[in-house]
């Protein structure tokens, strides 16, 4: 049931740990490289119209969902 979800988890970690700077969180290296460029990394696709507010510039934004 949550398998997809835990892939998602592990490839972003992966992702994170082997192209972030030393000492990067994670927030910064997504606004760094940006967010279609970092979700093409961990192999997910994604559409914004699910994101209110969805603004591609900073990851500080407010990522309510809509369901």
């Known amino acids: 049931q949550y398998?997809?979800?835990l892939a998602?988890?592990?490839?972003v970690i992966e992702r994170w740990k082997t192209a972030?700077?030393?000492g990067e969180r994670l927030g910064d290296y997504v606004?760094?490289?940006?967010?279609?460029?970092?979700l093409r990394q961990v192999e997910v696709e994604f559409d914004p119209t699910v994101i209110d507010d969805f603004a591609p510039v900073s990851?500080?934004?407010n990522l309510q969902m809509r369901w």
């Open 8 to 11: 998602v988890i592990e490839r």
């Open 20 to 22: 972030a700077r030393k």
């Open 31 to 38: 606004d760094r490289v940006g967010w279609p460029a970092f």
């Open 59 to 61: 990851v500080r934004r």
């Open 3 to 5: 398998a997809p979800i």
